[in-house]
């Protein structure tokens, strides 16, 4: 299935969940940003309501991280595929700490990093 197949599903509430995987995240991602021609704001707008609202149909709302999904949106828009693909929460760390990602408003809204700005996105630290 393409990218954008991908999408549509999970946007429809049909795609199955054992096809969902860290890898289907990031493909979602892509595939937000290539039908945003890269604009990471509706990318991100558009991958965590796509997700928020699968996941809710799964009964599964609890899974979905908000802050995790937009950061990985954005470190995708600035070029980092390869180390996203690699090793996600590392990435992560750098710009979050293991406390800010855990803290119950990161999860249910975006929440700006604590440590390094994540590229091209406004806002203070913390």
């Not at 946007?11 to 892509?30: I, K, M, Q, T, W």
């Not at 937000?32 to 704001?41: I, Q, V």
């Not at 954005?74 to 979050?96: K, N, Q, V």
């Not at 700490?97 to 091209?120: E, I, K, N, T, Y």
Request: charged content about 15%; aromatic content about 4%; overall charge negative.
């Amino acid at each position: 299935m393409d990218d954008l197949t991908l999408l549509a599903q999970v946007e429809a509430c049909a795609l199955d969940p054992s096809l969902f995987n860290h890898a289907g995240h990031v493909r979602l991602a892509l595939a937000c940003l290539h039908t945003a021609s890269g604009d990471a704001d509706l990318a991100a707008a558009r991958c965590c309501a796509a997700i928020a609202r699968y996941a809710t149909h799964l009964d599964a709302a609890d899974k979905f991280h908000w802050t995790v999904t937009e950061a990985l949106v954005r470190l995708l828009a600035a070029g980092l595929h390869e180390e996203i693909a690699r090793d996600a929460r590392a990435c992560l760390a750098r710009h979050y700490s293991a406390a800010a990602l855990a803290a119950p408003q990161a999860r249910a809204h975006f929440v700006a990093p604590d440590l390094l700005p994540l590229p091209g996105c406004a806002g203070a630290l913390g």
